[in-house]
Nanobody, 124 residues
Framework: QVQLVESGGGLVQAGGSLRLSCTMSGGTFSTFAMDWFRQALGKEREIVAAISRTDSDRYYADSVKGRFTISRDNANNTMYLQMNNLKAEDTAIYYC?????????????????WGKGTLVTVSS
């Protein structure tokens, strides 16, 4: 069974940085395109960033472009999200997701597996 586990969330002041990690077990990581989604209290889950299987393509939501960087290390079955210059509106539960069908996708219903999330709280 494919399992995704996020780590790296926590409490940080506005302007600070965090790096999230997502590690896959039970599957061949390099066959999955990977995504980060987030969901704030009272809001719908939204795409944050996505990365293709071989890192040939990356996507960023407009709200995080220039501040966040998605990357992956296929040798270690891990995806990362480097978050810099954090803002209060970045506060959310961040979810790792994996897609084996096709290429890069930013759609909720295009994901095959989900992690349980990690909480990021940005204080202002």
């Amino acid at each position: 069974q494919v399992q995704l586990v996020e780590s790296g969330g926590g409490l940080v002041q506005a302007g600070g940085s965090l790096r999230l990690s997502c590690t896959m077990s039970g599957g061949t990581f390099s066959t999955f395109a990977m995504d980060w989604f987030r969901q704030a209290l009272g809001k719908e889950r939204e795409i944050v960033a996505a990365i293709s299987r071989t890192d040939s393509d990356r996507y960023y939501a407009d709200s995080v472009k220039g501040r966040f960087t998605i990357s992956r290390d296929n040798a270690n079955n891990t995806m990362y999200l480097q978050m810099n210059n954090l803002k209060a509106e970045d506060t959310a539960i961040y979810y790792c997701a994996a897609r084996q069908r096709g290429g890069l996708s930013t759609s909720l219903d295009g994901m095959d597996y989900w992690g349980k999330g990690t909480l990021v709280t940005v204080s202002s």
